[in-house]
């Protein structure tokens, strides 16, 4: 058959019923459409143009292509492409970019028909797009401004950079996202590169007796199939607690239906995938455990052996204050129990990774000598800060064995694993940053870059190894569900006078980061209130459910939950007005967190109050919550980022640093600091995450990146300051700045340190108000957040857009359910993500209170922008119908429901 791809006329004799996004991938080279959910049809990223209309490549048979004409982003002609391009980065419509060439493709088609759509029509056509990052508000303004040009036949101006902290600095290689050009790990291709794919158990919970490889390896094409006997070093790998075997072996039990019990190498993924359906596996299947207080109980069978406390994965317990004082004060006294539920992170791009064996490598070692041995403290300090240092046997420094491309959040924690596994000193592994399609979190775990690891350094070939939709949904970890049991007081005038609340936590099958997880909902138990006593027990519970680890807000979201509806319980107890009784126990300068932590600067919660506050007493049905949320790991863990800056020539300068960008924006931070700093051309600035830089850093998490990579940049850049005052750039060639930031003066929750209590070097507050219909419906999130100093109003504003996003499908649409250690489903459309259409207005308010530490005063903005959110809808629905809600997803009400309520919460 025939037909025009591009322009060019094509042939093609293949099979009519391959998906036109295979053709365009693979026998095309041409990677703008992504795959994100093949053959799911749910997440609009293979979108191109067919005859006019945007189809779904991945659900587009080749045979509906005849006769007609294709258009990809490429095709769409130098004028358009600048257009969408600069319209995009302009309004900050881009984030991680993974979405948006399929979004640009649906846009071009409904534009071509209607050159002036409304901002509700534009949202319409999006609805077969989902994106994660933005919350569509810029994206809309992004199709808005680009229609307009269109329709007038004008250009739209390239954003032009200042390079300047606190200016709309464009983000750091937009364009090249916009227009699908930026290669994603799995748009990479290297020359005699194989596919390699897993065999996941087929149950929860079940003893492997045997596992029969001959049939996958009798297939034509195969190269090799490994289990976990195959595996080189120690296959027990995890970022804190080492305990998530790459693969179970012959004897063992799994643990979750995501654990791999083989791979298979192979010359095409289809017939990796082929393979891996025929391994034939014996199971003794048992019973999982998957309700978490059952799992604590002293008699449950223990999910993971190597744990001592049973199912206990950890627990966090302090008591401050004079508890028994505090409630001889109190007047009222709300009590709740809450629940809520496991979230996919629902990225963009799913799990992938290449693996290249470089030669002359030695001979795998079975195990790790003394001198190579990583203790748990050393993990859990790897988690926090990065290492890199030779542990092994005088391995030249740059002599690499595996070279691997990851789109993890900490490259220096993949370094880390990837040795473990294979049995290497470390700087025998060389780990480099894709900048990736989305994290959230959800890309903390080392996943397919181990297995891709082990691949190619036993077969001594590139492998690459991606996962689909249906898999990373069943294999990453998610949001944890978590159980509380909350207990808040009040005296008689509205001040708080004790928070004893009870936290348990399903953290599924292996550690991640789970005992962080808890342990973070228990420092942020009181929120962003002074409470003069508090009495805090968390624990994490191992199940055979799914892992659960790091998903933004981690586990502070759902703490804000459950305490900020008792405090309008507690205001509609005593009639008092519920943004007063806010305001007037609001933390400040001098005042204590949850974890008896004194807040020595920084405390912005009462001015995002008053941000709202004339907008809360005229909505008709409003529900308010505050927000607090750490910047920085702490807790005893150091944190700490290191940064290098080369001067190559005049025009080019490189800026080493170990942070993951994934559409927050740490590479255009990272830039707007030393352009800030130095007056250097932001233009010739060039940002590289690679661990053969040894710029050390740990995981990408706890909304860090910001200060830590800036403070260290500072570092860096104040000898090239002083230099630059007598040199050009030019003289300046070949010398290299090197700066470093730590914090290693945290304590954990219940210790001190020099007779002080320092959990986390800084926070983040917030505010936010969610105002409803006559109907009961979301129409407003007016979000007033304190991010220090705003460096870069698009990326505050896209951040918290999007973090809102998130929030809202966490209140009302957001769930994975498990049945028998099960997901009921693991296609993306029944994640419950809000879609365009879907989003109401948002309103973002920038304040500014500089924290001491931060610099130029910035605090993190990633995670806190949906820490008060499901709480503010909570409260909102409550004012609307008078239901207190105590699980999420919530429902939303019916109109006969009605309960019309005043400001302070008195009926009328």
Same mark, same amino acid.
């Given at each position: ?24 991938? &693979? ?78 493709? =649906? ?18 056509? &999006? ?184 199912? =206990? ?107 473990? /596994? ?100 228990? *420092? ?14 968390? $624990? ?58 004194? $807040? ?9 109050? /008053? ?20 910047? *920085? ?86 000898? &090239? ?10 003289? /300046? ?70 973090? $809102? ?15 028998? *250690? ?10 419950? $993500? ?31 922008? &949906? ?42």
């Amino acid at each position: 058959m025939e037909f025009w791809l591009n322009g060019e006329l094509k042939q093609f004799d293949g099979d009519p019923e391959m998906p036109l996004l295979t053709y365009l991938r &693979l026998e095309e080279g041409i990677t703008s459409a992504k795959d994100g959910c093949a053959p799911q049809a749910a997440c609009g990223a293979c979108a191109v143009d067919l005859n006019g209309k945007a189809v779904l490549g991945c659900v587009t048979a080749m045979k509906r292509v005849a006769g007609g004409r294709v258009t990809t982003i490429e095709g769409l002609g130098e004028y358009r492409q600048n257009v969408y391009a600069n319209a995009f980065v302009a309004k900050g419509g881009v984030q991680c970019g993974y979405c948006i060439p399929g979004i640009v493709i =649906q846009a071009n088609a409904l534009i071509n028909k209607n050159n002036e759509p409304s901002r509700d029509e534009i949202a319409k056509a &999006l609805t077969p797009n989902l994106c994660r990052c933005t919350g569509y508000k810029k994206i809309i303004d992004a199709v808005e401004l680009a229609a307009e040009a269109i329709r007038k036949e004008e250009e739209v101006p390239p954003p032009v950079p200042d390079g300047r902290v606190g200016g709309r600095h464009p983000k750091y290689h937009a364009e090249d996202l916009v227009l699908g050009r930026h290669d994603y790990v799995a748009d990479i291709f290297l020359p005699g590169m194989v596919y390699g794919a897993l065999r996941f158990s087929d149950h929860p919970r079940a003893r492997v007796l045997a596992i029969d490889t001959s049939p996958a390896e009798a297939l034509p094409g195969v190269i090799r199939v490994l289990t976990a006997a195959d595996v080189p070093g120690d296959r027990y790998i995890g970022l804190i607690r080492q305990d998530w075997p790459l693969m179970i072996a012959v004897g063992e039990e799994t643990r979750y239906v995501g654990d791999v019990l083989a791979e298979v190498v192979a010359e095409t993924e289809a017939i990796a995938r082929a393979a891996a359906a025929l391994i034939r596996v014996e199971y003794e299947v048992l019973e999982p455990v998957t309700d978490m207080h059952r799992a604590l109980e002293p008699d449950a069978p223990v999910v993971n052996p190597p744990n001592p406390n049973g199912n =206990q994965l950890s627990r966090t317990a302090f008591q401050r204050g004079d508890l028994d004082g505090a409630k001889a004060r109190t007047v009222y006294t709300a009590r709740g129990t809450f629940q809520t539920q496991r979230i996919e992170h629902g990225y963009m791009e799913p799990e992938c990774a290449i693996a290249e064996p470089v030669s002359g490598h030695p001979k795998p070692k079975r195990s790790f000598e003394t001198s190579e041995v990583l203790d748990a403290g050393d993990f859990q300090q790897v988690f926090a800060e990065g290492q890199t240092e030779d542990n092994g046997d005088g391995l030249a420094a740059g002599r690499e064995v595996i070279h691997v491309l990851s789109q993890s959040q900490g490259v220096y924690d993949d370094q880390i694993q990837i040795a473990k /596994l294979l049995g290497l000193p470390l700087q025998a592994v060389r780990v480099t940053l894709v900048p990736n399609g989305g994290g959230f979190g959800g890309k903390e775990d080392l996943s397919v870059q181990g297995h891709a690891a082990v691949m190619a350094y036993l077969t001594g070939r590139p492998v690459k190894v991606g996962l689909t939709r249906d898999e990373s949904i069943a294999m990453h970890p998610k949001r944890h569900p978590i159980w509380m049991d909350y207990t808040v007081g009040c005296d008689a005038d509205g001040k708080l006078t004790y928070v004893k609340v009870k936290f348990v936590g399903d953290s599924g099958a292996y550690a991640s980061v789970g005992m962080k997880v808890l342990e973070r909902s228990a *420092g942020h138990a009181t929120g962003a209130y002074h409470v003069p006593a508090a009495d805090v027990e968390a $624990i994490a519970a191992y199940t055979n459910n799914i892992p659960c680890g790091a998903m933004r807000g981690f586990g502070v979201n759902q703490a804000a939950f459950g305490l900020e509806s008792c405090l309008d319980d507690l205001c509609e107890q005593g009639g008092f007005d519920r943004w007063q009784f806010r305001y007037d126990n609001a933390l400040q300068n001098g005042d204590v967190t949850s974890t008896g932590q004194i $807040i020595e600067g920084g405390a912005g919660v009462r001015e995002t109050l /008053l941000a709202v506050r004339d907008q809360f007493y005229a909505a008709k049905y409003a529900g308010l919550a505050c927000g607090i949320k750490n910047t *920085g790991v702490g807790n005893g863990m150091a944190d700490s980022s290191h940064v290098s800056i080369t001067i190559e020539s005049a025009d080019r300068v490189i800026l080493d640093h170990g942070w993951t960008e994934m559409g927050q924006g740490v590479h255009t931070i990272a830039v707007q600091t030393l352009c800030n700093e130095t007056g250097i051309d932001p233009r010739i600035v060039q940002v590289r995450v690679d661990t053969a830089m040894k710029q050390e850093a740990g995981m990408t998490t706890a909304s860090r990146a910001t200060s830590l990579v800036g403070n260290a940049t500072i570092n860096a850049a104040a000898q &090239l300051k002083e230099d630059l005052k007598t040199h050009s750039l030019a003289e /300046l060639a070949g010398r290299v700045y090197k700066g470093a930031w730590v914090v290693d003066w945290t304590t954990k929750p219940g210790y001190e340190k020099n007779g002080k209590i320092i959990t986390h070097y800084s926070y983040s507050y917030a505010t936010q108000l969610v105002t409803l219909d006559d109907d009961g419906r979301i129409t407003k999130v007016t979000a007033a957040h304190d991010a220090g100093k705003i460096y870069n109003p698009t990326l505050f504003e896209g951040q918290l857009e999007g973090s $809102i996003h998130m929030g809202l499908g966490y209140a009302i649409s957001e769930d994975m359910p498990m049945e028998n *250690g099960r997901p009921v489903s693991t296609r993306l459309r029944q994640m419950g $993500i809000l879609r365009a259409k879907e989003m109401p207005e948002m309103e973002i308010i920038g304040i500014e209170v500089p924290d001491p530490y931060g610099p130029y005063g910035a605090k993190g903005v990633g995670e806190i922008g &949906l820490v008060p959110t499901a709480a503010a809808v909570a409260n909102a629905l409550y004012q609307f119908d008078g239901v207190r809600r105590t699980k999420l997803p919530m429902e939303l009400p019916k109109k006969e429901r009605v309960v019309v309520r005043t400001g302070n919460g008195a009926e009328s």
